[in-house]
């Protein structure tokens, strides 16, 4: 008997499984639909019940370009290859936008960016619309801009993006938003001003507008896996690149130049590339979590002072699991991806399907389709049409909130990994962590302040 329910209950799954259909492309795309039952009519079983009704959440237009209106002048704060590349992308992504000021640390950068735009758009920049200097950001804000690309070294995006916003400029922030603590609470208030005032402010988490993910978070808010139960993320990669010290650099021209290898500036990877995909289940699942246990370590790191691997048990806010692993060492297994669980089925990001509880896919993403129906299919790009038709529609959207919670998760990660401590939603927003150097400025610092933190208490002899 027992053997006979078992069979059973497995031919049960398998005859109901549900077969969505291919992600909806927009106008012009082909979709395709087809649906199985165990005796072809509704049963509770096959009915799907939305974890959010339509019209409830937010799911961007993803078209090619950003609807015409009127012109933006933008300014680039931060002219290093992720500044470079997002001055690229919104060019890119609309008619009637230009860039007129750039802002780094560093002249090299300023002017690696100005021949860029020049040789690459025809776009020429004034000597007088390229600033230098800790301050730079003030100057490209106040230069006359009205829109503002934030793509400086994570720490200082935080007081960037609330003097952009006390001048009322929009703002593209990249992300991490922030690497402590203090920087959430600046990002959370600043956010609630944008908003106040009407401003639009999209992050550099481009999942959000890759069609791919667009796609399976609107299936799964349909309710095609069911209630999400748990999930695993994971960005494990070979080491990053890092800056050997040169001669004549200071203390800070060093640490800035290699800043993915310092936590102070970086948040360390976990904060720094791993939100990506903590952000993902937060998304999906729209849930922050309330708790975090980790553990973490420095195996083959040359500069810096942060780790080259994490692990993380989150308990979410009802009480559900989420498991995340990052891992920048060299010669060892790879695996960028997420992967949700639901008591119907589950999703994975890796093979962008939907598959029910027999294993069967009930749904995949249609790449193919997505290449025949739209001529932009980069997510980089379509992050800053999306912000840019609504800047000119005069939607605000406040995307930097958001973002904020998958940041705090991942410091909520970081700092129970140095410390061996749990660590909760609670005490760490409430923390007065800060990781701006006390002497922070281009030339001398105290570097036996930049530390490798190491949990738990020293072996004791006996």
């Given at each position: 008997?027992k053997?006979?329910?078992?069979?059973?209950?497995?031919?049960?799954?398998?005859n109901?499984?549900?077969?969505?259909?291919?992600?909806?492309?927009?106008?012009?795309?082909?979709?395709t639909?087809?649906l199985?039952?165990?005796?072809?009519?509704?049963t509770?079983?096959?009915?799907l019940k939305?974890?959010?009704?339509?019209?409830?959440?937010?799911?961007?237009?993803l078209t090619?370009?950003?609807?015409?209106?009127?012109?933006?002048?933008a300014g680039v704060?931060?002219?290093?290859?992720?500044?470079?590349?997002?001055?690229i992308?919104f060019?890119?992504?609309a008619?009637?936008?230009t860039i007129?000021?750039?802002?780094?640390?560093?002249?090299?950068?300023?002017?690696?960016?100005?021949?860029?735009?020049k040789?690459?758009k025809?776009?020429?920049?004034?000597a007088?619309?390229?600033?230098?200097?800790?301050?730079?950001?003030?100057?490209v804000i106040?230069s006359?801009?009205?829109v503002?690309?934030?793509?400086?070294?994570p720490?200082?995006r935080?007081?960037?993006?609330?003097y952009a916003?006390?001048?009322g400029?929009h703002?593209?922030?990249?992300?991490?938003?922030?690497?402590?603590?203090t920087g959430?609470?600046?990002?959370?208030?600043?956010?609630?001003?944008?908003?106040?005032?009407?401003?639009?402010?999209?992050?550099?988490?481009?999942?959000h507008?890759?069609?791919?993910?667009?796609?399976?978070y609107?299936?799964?808010?349909e309710?095609?896996?069911?209630?999400i139960?748990?999930?695993?993320?994971y960005w494990?990669?070979?080491?990053?690149?890092?800056?050997?010290?040169?001669a004549g650099?200071?203390?800070c021209?060093?640490?800035?130049?290699?800043?993915?290898?310092?936590?102070?500036?970086?948040g360390?990877h976990?904060?720094?590339?791993?939100?990506?995909?903590i952000d993902v289940?937060?998304?999906?699942?729209?849930l922050?979590?309330?708790?975090?246990?980790?553990?973490?370590?420095r195996?083959?790191?040359?500069?810096g002072?942060?780790?080259?691997n994490?692990?993380v048990?989150?308990?979410?806010?009802?009480?559900?699991?989420l498991?995340?692993?990052?891992?920048?060492?060299?010669?060892?297994?790879?695996?960028?991806?997420?992967?949700?669980?639901?008591?119907?089925?589950?999703?994975d990001?890796s093979t962008?399907?939907?598959k029910?509880?027999?294993g069967n896919?009930?749904w995949?993403?249609?790449g193919?389709?997505?290449?025949?129906?739209f001529?932009q299919t980069?997510?980089?790009?379509l992050e800053?049409?999306?912000?840019?038709?609504?800047?000119?529609?005069?939607?605000?959207?406040?995307?930097?909130?958001e973002t904020a919670?998958?940041?705090?998760a991942?410091?909520?990660?970081?700092?129970?990994?140095?410390?061996g401590?749990?660590?909760t939603?609670?005490?760490?927003?409430a923390?007065?962590?800060?990781?701006?150097?006390?002497?922070?400025n281009l030339g001398?610092?105290?570097?036996?302040?930049?530390?490798?933190?190491?949990?738990?208490?020293?072996?004791?002899?006996k």
């Amino acid at each position: 008997m027992k053997k006979e329910n078992n069979l059973s209950r497995r031919d049960f799954l398998k005859n109901s499984a549900l077969m969505g259909a291919v992600g909806t492309l927009g106008a012009g795309a082909a979709a395709t639909a087809a649906l199985t039952s165990c005796g072809g009519g509704k049963t509770e079983s096959n009915v799907l019940k939305p974890l959010k009704e339509a019209g409830t959440y937010y799911v961007p237009e993803l078209t090619d370009m950003a609807i015409d209106g009127q012109e933006l002048k933008a300014g680039v704060i931060g002219c290093g290859g992720r500044g470079s590349g997002a001055a690229i992308n919104f060019l890119n992504a609309a008619n009637g936008v230009t860039i007129v000021a750039l802002g780094d640390v560093f002249q090299d950068r300023v002017e690696g960016l100005a021949k860029k735009l020049k040789d690459e758009k025809n776009i020429e920049i004034a000597a007088d619309k390229c600033f230098v200097g800790l301050d730079a950001y003030k100057q490209v804000i106040d230069s006359g801009v009205d829109v503002v690309i934030i793509a400086t070294p994570p720490l200082f995006r935080p007081e960037h993006f609330k003097y952009a916003t006390e001048k009322g400029k929009h703002s593209f922030l990249e992300k991490p938003i922030c690497v402590d603590p203090t920087g959430y609470r600046t990002i959370v208030a600043t956010s609630k001003q944008a908003t106040a005032k009407g401003l639009c402010v999209i992050t550099g988490t481009q999942r959000h507008h890759q069609r791919s993910y667009v796609e399976s978070y609107k299936k799964i808010m349909e309710g095609t896996i069911g209630e999400i139960t748990g999930g695993t993320v994971y960005w494990n990669q070979g080491m990053l690149w890092y800056k050997e010290r040169q001669a004549g650099w200071s203390d800070c021209e060093w640490m800035i130049k290699d800043w993915v290898n310092w936590k102070w500036l970086s948040g360390d990877h976990i904060v720094e590339q791993h939100v990506h995909n903590i952000d993902v289940f937060t998304w999906f699942s729209g849930l922050k979590p309330v708790k975090a246990v980790a553990f973490g370590s420095r195996q083959r790191r040359l500069t810096g002072d942060q780790y080259d691997n994490f692990s993380v048990d989150f308990t979410m806010e009802n009480g559900i699991h989420l498991h995340s692993m990052c891992r920048q060492i060299d010669g060892c297994a790879t695996n960028v991806s997420e992967f949700i669980q639901g008591t119907k089925g589950s999703w994975d990001s890796s093979t962008m399907e939907i598959k029910d509880l027999a294993g069967n896919v009930v749904w995949k993403y249609d790449g193919e389709a997505e290449k025949a129906n739209f001529k932009q299919t980069d997510p980089y790009t379509l992050e800053h049409a999306n912000w840019i038709t609504h800047i000119r529609s005069k939607k605000p959207i406040a995307q930097a909130e958001e973002t904020a919670v998958s940041n705090m998760a991942a410091i909520m990660g970081r700092e129970s990994a140095y410390t061996g401590a749990e660590t909760t939603w609670d005490a760490m927003t409430a923390s007065t962590i800060d990781y701006t150097p006390k002497d922070l400025n281009l030339g001398k610092m105290d570097m036996s302040t930049f530390v490798v933190q190491v949990p738990g208490k020293p072996v004791e002899k006996k």
